[in-house]
């Protein structure tokens, strides 16, 4: 099993449309989870963090499920700005260092 | 806002020869990494140094590859004799741990290509 694993989509949707994404991970001692933006030919950008409690910024909301070894992002209001891959982030510090994994990344079209 | 900068943007080197890419991470940050990503592909992690040494590191950081923080403001990474394989988008980021969330702030790459 990936240690970090998405749906590579892509996902195309119109403005305004509600869109979720999901991703797990492999090892439930893992502590930190972050999704991150990338745009095309750039630098991964820090989106949110998230947290067991679900968390929301703006459009954005992001949720954790420690059992099920599950992190969801939730897009409301989609915006053509919004399109880029999208990387669910997780720090395993099983190994006692750090080494924060990338998922692959799930790919959104926003269309007008 | 602070930054991470990394130089060059862009080196093209031939096969076999070494490369150095450098970063400057954020001032008051302590945990520095590099990640690779091959045109297409994921982001994957090479290596993670902290209080001057390596913390952790990736099957792709073999011999071939060093890191070094030279003069407490640059963080540098070296392949000694580059191959084909090698080339891709390197990142360079840092983070400040406060609180133990380890959120990263990347600098915008240096693409390598290895001719």
């Known amino acids: 099993r990936k240690e970090v694993e998405q749906d590579p989509g892509p996902f195309n949707v119109p403005e305004g449309a509600t869109v979720a994404f999901n991703c797990t991970y492999s090892?439930?001692?893992?502590?930190?989870f972050f999704w991150y933006r990338q745009d095309c030919r750039k630098e991964p950008k820090l989106l949110m963090s998230?947290?067991?409690s679900g968390n929301e910024d703006g459009r954005f909301t992001a949720q954790l499920n420690r059992a099920s070894q599950y992190i969801s992002l939730l897009i409301r209001d989609s915006k053509l700005s919004d399109s880029a891959t999208y990387l669910c982030?997780?720090?395993?510090?099983?190994?006692?260092?750090?080494?924060?994994?990338f998922g692959a990344g799930t790919r959104l079209f926003v269309k007008a | 806002e602070p930054e991470v900068t990394q130089t060059p943007s862009h080196q093209v080197t031939q096969m076999g020869q070494e490369v150095i890419l450098r970063c400057v991470p954020i001032?008051?940050?302590?945990?520095f990494y590099w990640y690779r990503q091959i045109l297409g592909q994921k982001v994957e992690f090479l290596v993670s140094?902290?209080?001057?040494?390596?913390?952790?590191k990736s099957e792709i950081f073999d011999d071939q590859f060093s890191v070094e923080r030279p003069d407490g403001s640059n963080f540098t990474l070296k392949i000694r004799s580059t191959k084909l394989e090698d080339s891709a988008m390197y990142f360079c980021?840092?983070?400040?741990?406060?609180?133990?969330?380890?959120?990263?702030?990347f600098g915008s790459g240096t693409q390598l290509s290895v001719l």
């Open positions: 980021a840092s983070s400040d741990m406060t609180g133990g969330n380890e959120k990263l702030f």
């Open positions: 090892n439930s001692a893992s502590q930190s």
């Open positions: 998230v947290y067991s």
């Open positions: 982030v997780v720090n395993p510090y099983y190994t006692g260092g750090f080494k924060t994994i």
């Open positions: 001032s008051n940050h302590l945990y």
């Open positions: 140094f902290y209080n001057n040494e390596i913390s952790e």
